[in-house]
């Protein structure tokens, strides 16, 4: 057994000290030694996508990166998406769509969207779909997904 580091996780803008293994995955330090337990994990690949955190401001697979490579970072989780009660517009598209069905994928394309949004709010159809695509469902189809993000980026852009 390795001996644990201790760090600091920015996450959602506030501070966590942890201590953690240098392998301890990033989604793993998230949900476990944090308790936002919003990030998904699927196939701890890097394939699926379920995983995805912003680290500043970048779309990551949190199952790909250490958990002491994100200190000094910005960390946002879907945790970090809401503001109090009130839901992200990406939130409020998604269930106005039915763009999620069994639902443990979709907090990884919140996050994935809002990160391709924030970057580039004016993302062209054929764009937005190609990012999107780097996140898997089993579910949906992806129609429904992809009509929410649209939608939510119009009212974005409105605000």
């Known amino acids: 057994m390795s001996a644990k580091l201790d760090i600091t996780l920015n996450l959602n803008g506030r501070d966590h000290a942890i201590s953690v293994e240098p392998r301890r995955t990033l989604a793993d330090a998230i949900r476990d030694d944090c308790g936002l337990t919003g990030t998904h994990i699927g ?5 699926c996508g379920t995983c995805t955190v ?25 945790e970090g998406l809401a503001d109090g009660d009130d839901l992200h517009p990406l939130q409020e598209s998604f269930m106005k769509h039915h763009a999620l069905q069994c639902g443990y994928c979709t907090p990884g394309f919140l996050v994935l969207a809002a990160g391709i949004l924030e970057k580039d709010p004016d993302i062209g159809d054929d764009a937005l779909a190609e990012a999107l695509s ?13 009509e929410a993000v649209r939608a939510a980026a119009q009212e974005m852009r409105g605000r």
């Open 134 to 146: 780097a996140n898997l469902c089993r579910c949906t189809g992806y129609a429904n997904i992809l």
């Open 43 to 47: 196939c701890e690949h890097g394939i």
């Open 54 to 78: 912003l680290v500043d401001a970048e779309p990551v697979r949190s199952c790909l990166m250490f958990a002491v490579q994100a200190q000094g970072k910005a960390i946002r989780t879907v």
